[in-house]
């Protein structure tokens, strides 16, 4: 099996589907799972979005109505009982897992499925809220899509990752989405280096097996956090390098040159 892998610094990223690259990880080699996978709704292919898109209503990105690979309901099923199959072996004895899921709307209980599938496999945590109403309506029928979920895990036997035991934080989250985005369902930067700081110490790995433009490697970069991750789309796999190679540009006028690393074939 060939992947085309990008290596810098502390960043892995790996242009692959997660499903043929989870099992080549080393059992046990992850601190933690951040990502954001697709939502199971068939978003951007024939729903709201798309139809604003089409009708050319004011305000609607055509790069927002881009369907999602893996993103209708069965192949969602099968993909998340997969990928969280694959990240009880990855996981450390004590890690975190979160999982972003839309809250709510949609043709299905989507939250409801995967709570379940998180439940079988790992020891279900919290379910935290990501407030996302400091900044417009949101889409949807009748009632808007104001917040989303993250749930988070560990896994059984274990105990949470949490990077200091005196600190406790609320469990609803406010951040506005990005103004513009690279990608359809790209979360803020700063949410995830929220989330990656509660949860690791600096030089732990973190790992996003759907990593889309590469926001969780921008956030374990800005916080000391070693990354890992795959992208099954070459369009966005493309621009995240690119990106993680300006953030590390960026960190050159405070601290010593990263290496680069040429994007190499990696038979694996």
């Given amino acids: 099996m060939i992947f085309e892998t990008y290596q810098r610094g502390p960043v892995t990223l790996v242009l692959a589907d997660a499903l043929e690259w989870l099992p080549t990880l080393e059992a046990g080699s992850v601190d933690m799972i951040w990502t954001d996978p697709p939502f199971g709704h068939g978003n951007q292919d024939g729903d709201l979005q798309a139809s604003r898109v089409r009708d050319g209503v004011k305000g609607a990105r055509k790069r927002d109505s881009e369907p999602i690979a893996n993103d209708s ?12 199959d694959q990240s009880v072996r990855v996981l450390n004895r004590d890690c975190c897992c979160c999982c972003c899921c839309m809250a709510g709307g949609g043709p299905t209980v989507t939250f409801a499925r995967v709570s379940r599938y998180i439940d079988e496999r790992l020891a279900f945590f919290q379910a935290i809220v990501w407030d996302k109403s400091a900044r417009g309506n949101g889409m949807g029928w009748r009632y808007r899509r104001n917040y989303e979920f993250v749930m988070v895990a560990h896994r059984k036997g274990g105990k949470l990752l949490w990077a200091n035991d005196e600190m406790a ?9 990005p103004i513009e985005r690279i990608h359809p369902n790209e979360k803020p930067v700063a949410m995830i280096e929220d989330f990656v700081q509660w949860h690791t110490t600096p030089d732990q790995l973190v790992c996003d097996p ?9 956030a374990c970069i800005r916080t000391g956090r070693r990354f890992i991750g795959c992208e099954i789309e070459r369009k966005y796999f493309d621009i995240a390098c690119a990106r993680i190679d300006r953030e590390l540009d960026q960190g050159r006028l405070f601290d010593k040159p990263v290496a680069a690393v040429e994007t190499q074939k990696t038979l694996m």
């Fill in 73 to 84: 309901g069965p192949e969602f099923d099968e993909l998340m009982r997969a990928f969280l």
């Fill in 169 to 177: 934080v609320p469990n609803i989250v406010r951040h506005c989405p």
């Fill in 210 to 218: 759907f990593t889309g433009s590469g926001t969780t490697a921008i």
